[in-house]
């Protein structure tokens, strides 16, 4: 397996491209990340340190990892939106030694040291490499508390990208989805290893100043959620864009969305993919239909980089290179079954020789490209004193793809209808001091009961 | 004002405010993205809506069209 970091892929490609990465109010050339540092020299002290990935921005977090890529044994990479208690946990499962911030404050309670990412500063060209590789580090949410933490090489991240053909005119890219998740990353990697510009934007920036930066640097391939796309054909602004590629991936990909982005975008190539953070990228859909062909389904050789797919138990099973290596401080977990696969854990049903994706199993529920573990948010609700127990449900949602229902069950106590209101608000009050927005109940319902079964659980079946 | 119209604008600003989420005027041009709520208010109000009205015309109709102003929204409820 080659041993490269992802400078080299940058300096062999950054000589025909000579791309930069953008954001709000600052645009790095790739060759001054290069040629610089925008850890003020710090890399001698962050050499085969486990390192988390803290920036507020996407900005300051992509250039951490051009950076340290190589260098550190650990990129620990920090979503956005984590809470205190997430941080904490992931610092100490995955033995972070150092944080990588840029200003903010980073509440994270730990101790340790912490370094600066700013602008790219010119910097001695002494650069020891790690004589590992670097691991890759991405976090899940688990059912309940701490989030799972998946490891890749960026081998296993960059599986999935061939080579742009041969005169294939110039590409910039845009990314709706932060390159901290998964489908994001595979963007910001895409556009790295080409040295193509990468378009990012920042939290509370206006659509429409995203799209007009995205004009201005003449972006031709953008990646998004399903979500992230309708929410781009309901603003008048869509035609400001004049896309080559469109792709979707993190969430099931409906016949509205992919109708609409067709009608919408005549010239663009529409490709949806299946990807997870523990699967990788598995396989790209081109024919612009809903779910994929049958013929998808083999037991290829993944020796020769081909994606073994299968479906067992009704759920989709991949085995490839590109899948993650293992969970980090969970030896209980396994990410692979005896033959190699990786459950997705998304049901797959076959019709007139093409699989639909009918959602997750374990009731595990999408949000727009976000995972909520009902217990989770059960546990919340449970936690306010009328509320003898709950049950969390997903809803199919046409804006979404899914919101949550909360069916409620309260203790006895007759309650005129009026306070029905007032009883909702506080529950959401509950749930929206401790649960991040997406995982909040969209509707609550309260009913006389919920049905268990034998073992003491509930029932679970959806409706 | 329609029946349909006033229960979409009391939806539209009960989820503003569940959300903390400062609403500017209610007209039918106002672009849906610059009324100060985000996809997942928009999310909960066709539920929400769709528990009180019976409809949801985003994912009853055959030819989805996304909705740009709140009057785009509000017809697309009153022809549904």
């Not at chain 1, 650990?74 to 997430?86: A, G, K, Q, S, W």
């Not at chain 1, 709706?176 to 990012?200: E, K, P």
């Not at chain 1, 306010?384 to 997903?394: D, G, I, K, Q, T």
Request: charged share 25%.
């Amino acid at each position: 397996m080659p041993d490269f970091c992802l400078r080299d892929i940058l300096i062999a490609s950054e000589a025909e491209a000579a791309g930069s990465l953008q954001s709000t109010g600052a645009a790095f050339a790739y060759r001054d990340l290069l040629t610089g540092t925008c850890l003020a020299g710090a890399r001698k002290e962050l050499h085969g340190k486990s390192v988390l990935i803290a920036p507020k921005s996407q900005l300051a977090s992509a250039t951490a990892l051009i950076e340290l890529d190589g260098i550190a044994s650990r990129l620990v990479i920090c979503p956005p939106d984590f809470t205190p208690f997430l941080l904490s946990s992931v610092i100490k499962q995955a033995e972070v030694d150092a944080v990588v911030y840029d200003g903010g404050s980073v509440d994270d309670g730990s101790g340790l040291p912490h370094y600066f990412c700013g602008q790219p500063a010119p910097a001695d060209a002494d650069r020891q490499s790690f004589a590992g590789k670097t691991e890759w580090v991405l976090p899940t949410s688990g059912t309940t508390g701490p989030p799972k933490l998946v490891a890749h090489t960026l081998t296993h991240l960059l599986g999935a990208i061939q080579k742009p053909p041969a005169r294939e005119p110039r590409v910039s890219w845009a990314t709706f989805y932060d390159i901290r998740r998964f489908g994001g990353m595979q963007i910001f990697l895409r556009a790295v290893s080409g040295s193509h510009t990468l378009v990012i934007s920042e939290p509370d920036e206006p659509q429409v100043d995203f799209l007009r930066r995205c004009q201005a640097a003449g972006v031709t391939h953008m990646s998004g959620t399903p979500s992230h796309w309708r929410r781009l054909l309901m603003s008048p602004h869509a035609n400001l864009l004049s896309l080559r590629y469109i792709r979707l991936s993190g969430e099931i990909a409906d016949r509205a969305i992919l109708e609409s982005l067709r009608a919408t975008y005549p010239e663009a190539r529409i490709v949806h993919a299946f990807a997870s953070t523990e699967a990788g990228v598995a396989f790209e859909v081109t024919d612009e239909q809903e779910g994929f062909p049958a013929s998808f389904i083999n037991e290829n050789d993944q020796e020769n980089d081909q994606v073994g797919l299968r479906v067992e138990d009704g759920s989709l099973r991949v085995r490839s290179r590109r899948t993650a290596l293992r969970y980090i401080g969970r030896g209980d977990l396994k990410l692979h079954d005896e033959d190699g696969f990786v459950d997705t854990d998304d049901l797959i049903e076959l019709q007139n020789n093409r699989y639909y994706f009918k959602g997750r199993r374990a009731g595990v529920i999408n949000i727009g490209g976000l995972k909520v573990h009902p217990e989770e948010v059960e546990s919340v609700i449970n936690l306010h004193p009328r509320v003898s127990m709950s049950l969390v449900r997903a809803r199919r949602n046409p804006i979404m793809g899914n919101i949550i229902t909360a069916y409620v069950v309260l203790d006895g106590k007759l309650q005129p209808i009026q306070a029905d209101a007032v009883l909702k608000s506080e529950i959401l009050a509950v749930c929206g001091e401790r649960l991040e927005r997406h995982k909040i109940p969209a509707v609550i319902d309260f009913v006389a009961s919920l049905d268990v079964l034998g073992s003491g659980k509930l029932a679970r079946n959806h409706a | 004002m329609s029946e349909i119209r006033t229960t979409v604008i009391s939806q539209f600003k009960r989820v503003a405010e569940e959300q903390n989420k400062k609403l500017t005027r209610l007209d039918d041009d106002l672009v849906l993205f610059e009324s100060g709520l985000d996809s997942l208010c928009f999310a909960i109000i066709v539920a929400r809506l769709e528990d009180e009205l019976g409809k949801d015309p985003f994912t009853a109709s055959e030819d989805v069209q996304f909705p740009v102003t709140l009057g785009d929204f509000i017809r697309q409820y009153e022809h549904a």
